[in-house]
């Protein structure tokens, strides 16, 4: 009888720890209902229980490093590539040696030290009154600079990192001085004050407040969903020369991760065909994995060629590039 119930307490305990061998604990920032149906998919698919945690970005980077080496996190999941720099820059994540995760995200769209990897993509590009602007007469976000838009310009405002990343981005590649003059340009272009989000600064393009503007794609599927007629077009900037800013969300293995294989076998299934688009498709992003197409209704307003700094830049240049965004008067 002793031995029975030994045997069971030793069988029990077996079990408890190849659970927690098993388990995968994340820390998301992107929203349950963005990840929840994935992890779902997951576990169906291996039997890995996830547990996760969503927060925000800020949030839940300081409970990481809070945490230390007791988190009980072995991934983080965060959007922007400012944040994944943070991230990796205040040593709450580690290397990770995979080579399909290597081969399935470009080279440009993760962590040159392999601490994290973009998952999918989000391009900021130019979107136009259909009214009252032809195509023709874009061409880049530093052309919006030009007093042939003066008064005819919507921006969101600087405090967001998209348009903090956006502008490090322009840093990188014109240096800080043409870099300041092209956002004087923009502020001097104002149609009226800047916006709080990117949905309505589209808004006030369709409602002829302004005639141009710059957003993420997301945003504007998300209206076009709704309003197939919205009035506004989509325009790929810097086609002739750099090409689209892009950004990511992404993920990487926490520096302290008790299931650092766990972790790693989830992000290479992120990056996977089985997961990609069930990542990107309902927040209507695209897929960081060239091999997969994106959903229909984004297919559908054509490919284009993406700016191919490493998006990492963004988060090193983004302190300068906050300074810039003040100084330049741009709010
Ligand atoms: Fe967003």
């Given at each position: 009888?002793?031995?029975?119930?030994?045997?069971?307490?030793?069988?029990?305990?077996?079990?408890?720890?190849?659970?927690?061998?098993?388990?995968?604990?994340?820390?998301?920032?992107?929203?349950?209902?963005?990840?929840?149906?994935?992890?779902?998919?997951?576990?169906?698919?291996?039997?890995?229980?996830?547990?996760?945690?969503?927060?925000?970005e800020?949030?839940?980077?300081?409970?990481?490093?809070?945490?230390?080496?007791?988190?009980?996190?072995?991934?983080?999941?965060?959007v922007d590539?400012g944040n994944?720099?943070?991230?990796?820059?205040?040593?709450?994540?580690?290397?990770?040696?995979?080579?399909?995760?290597?081969?399935?995200?470009?080279?440009?769209?993760?962590?040159?030290?392999?601490?994290?990897?973009?998952?999918?993509?989000?391009?900021?590009?130019?979107?136009?009154?259909?009214?009252?602007?032809?195509?023709?007469?874009?061409?880049?976000?530093?052309?919006?600079?030009?007093?042939?838009?003066?008064?005819?310009?919507?921006?969101?405002?600087?405090k967001k990192v998209y348009n903090q990343s956006?502008?490090?981005?322009?840093?990188?590649?014109?240096?800080?001085?043409?870099?300041?003059?092209?956002?004087?340009?923009?502020?001097?272009?104002?149609?009226?004050?800047?916006?709080?989000?990117?949905?309505?600064?589209?808004?006030?393009?369709?409602?002829?407040?302004?005639?141009?503007?710059?957003?993420?794609?997301?945003?504007?599927?998300?209206?076009?969903?709704?309003?197939?007629?919205?009035?506004?077009?989509?325009?790929?900037?810097?086609?002739?020369?750099?090409?689209?800013?892009?950004?990511?969300?992404?993920?990487?293995?926490?520096?302290?991760?008790?299931?650092?294989?766990?972790?790693?076998?989830?992000?290479?299934?992120?990056?996977?065909?089985?997961?990609?688009?069930?990542?990107?498709?309902?927040?209507?992003?695209?897929?960081?994995?060239?091999?997969?197409?994106?959903?229909?209704?984004?297919?559908?307003?054509?490919?284009?060629?993406?700016?191919?700094?490493?998006?990492?830049?963004a988060?090193?240049?983004q302190?300068?590039?906050?300074?810039?965004?003040?100084?330049?008067?741009?709010?």
């Amino acid at each position: 009888m002793k031995l029975k119930t030994l045997f069971l307490s030793s069988l029990l305990s077996v079990c408890a720890s190849q659970v927690w061998a098993e388990t995968v604990t994340v820390y998301s920032a992107r929203n349950e209902q963005l990840i929840k149906p994935l992890f779902d998919a997951y576990t169906k698919e291996t039997g890995v229980e996830i547990r996760f945690v969503t927060g925000t970005e800020g949030a839940l980077l300081e409970r990481l490093r809070a945490e230390g080496s007791n988190t009980p996190a072995d991934m983080l999941i965060t959007v922007d590539a400012g944040n994944l720099w943070q991230a990796s820059h205040q040593g709450v994540l580690k290397p990770v040696k995979s080579a399909t995760l290597e081969a399935n995200i470009p080279a440009h769209l993760r962590d040159a030290k392999n601490e994290w990897f973009g998952l999918s993509v989000r391009a900021r590009t130019l979107f136009y009154s259909k009214a009252k602007v032809k195509p023709e007469s874009l061409s880049s976000y530093e052309d919006l600079a030009d007093p042939k838009w003066k008064g005819k310009l919507c921006l969101r405002t600087s405090k967001k990192v998209y348009n903090q990343s956006l502008v490090a981005m322009m840093i990188a590649q014109h240096g800080e001085a043409k870099t300041e003059q092209i956002v004087r340009g923009w502020v001097a272009n104002l149609a009226t004050d800047v916006f709080s989000d990117d949905t309505a600064m589209l808004k006030a393009i369709a409602a002829g407040q302004c005639e141009v503007g710059i957003a993420n794609t997301y945003y504007y599927g998300r209206i076009v969903d709704q309003e197939p007629n919205f009035p506004v077009g989509i325009f790929w900037a810097n086609q002739k020369t750099d090409g689209v800013h892009v950004n990511v969300s992404g993920a990487g293995v926490t520096r302290h991760a008790k299931n650092e294989k766990g972790a790693i076998r989830l992000i290479e299934w992120l990056s996977s065909d089985k997961a990609q688009n069930l990542y990107t498709d309902k927040g209507m992003e695209y897929p960081a994995n060239p091999k997969i197409k994106p959903d229909a209704l984004i297919a559908g307003w054509g490919t284009f060629k993406s700016n191919l700094i490493n998006v990492a830049k963004a988060g090193e240049l983004q302190a300068q590039a906050t300074k810039l965004m003040d100084r330049a008067g741009y709010k």
